[in-house]
């Protein structure tokens, strides 16, 4: 196993409550693995991992106030055919330990929130049971990640998001740390994860570019 990517020492920090100076400034470090790059907003600072350098992401006029995840950069970065993942808060929280909660499940390769999990993370578990699933995996740098998704979203399921969650902090080891990363605009989810106990450090958007 290789060395760690830079950029999981700036999430590990965020979880405990250590952020970059409030400087406006961007930090430019290399491309995540498997060809994605990503470009993280902290609270006046900006990280950005890509292959291209440091004097072209600059000269883009990236800053760490919010130009960072503005389209046209996030443009730049991708390429003009590159995919571009939606805005996300950036969550974290610890895991509780004990005995397992959820059980793992199987044959659930075809559902689209294990199929993305798949595509953009790697050692993806999934558990859950009537209530829906989620997915454990090492994500951004190497970080935990953890999603949900419920089998009843139309109001049937009342409750069963934060129970969900809180279930699944079972897996992570007893104050280890954890993330997720939520669109801002699902604001089911977002309360669900908050009441859970996980907190906002930033926000994100993942890339993988294609540049010709």
Request: aromatic share 4%; net charge negative; charged share 20%.
């Amino acid at each position: 196993m290789g060395a760690p990517h830079p950029l999981l020492t700036y999430f590990l920090a965020a979880a405990d409550g250590r952020f970059p100076p409030v400087d406006g400034k961007v930090t430019v470090l290399p491309p995540l693995p498997g060809g994605l790059e990503c470009s993280v907003a902290f609270t006046g600072h900006a990280v950005v991992a890509t292959a291209l350098s440091e004097e072209d992401v600059h000269a883009q006029g990236p800053d760490g106030f919010g130009a960072s995840l503005a389209p046209d950069f996030l443009r730049h970065l991708a390429g003009p055919k590159g995919w571009i993942d939606v805005v996300d808060v950036t969550l974290t929280a610890r895991g509780t330990g004990g005995p397992p909660r959820l059980a793992e499940l199987t044959g659930a390769d075809g559902h689209p929130r294990v199929r993305h999990a798949r595509d953009v993370r790697t050692n993806v578990e999934v558990h859950g049971d009537e209530r829906g699933l989620i997915t454990l995996a090492d994500g951004v740098a190497g970080r935990r990640e953890l999603s949900i998704e419920l089998h009843d979203v139309q109001g049937g399921g009342r409750g069963h998001g934060r129970s969900l969650i809180a279930d699944a902090l079972s897996l992570v080891p007893d104050g280890d740390p954890v993330f997720a990363a939520v669109s801002p605009g699902n604001a089911r989810s977002l309360r669900a994860f908050l009441a859970c106990g996980f907190t906002p450090t930033g926000s994100e958007v993942l890339l993988r570019p294609e540049r010709g």
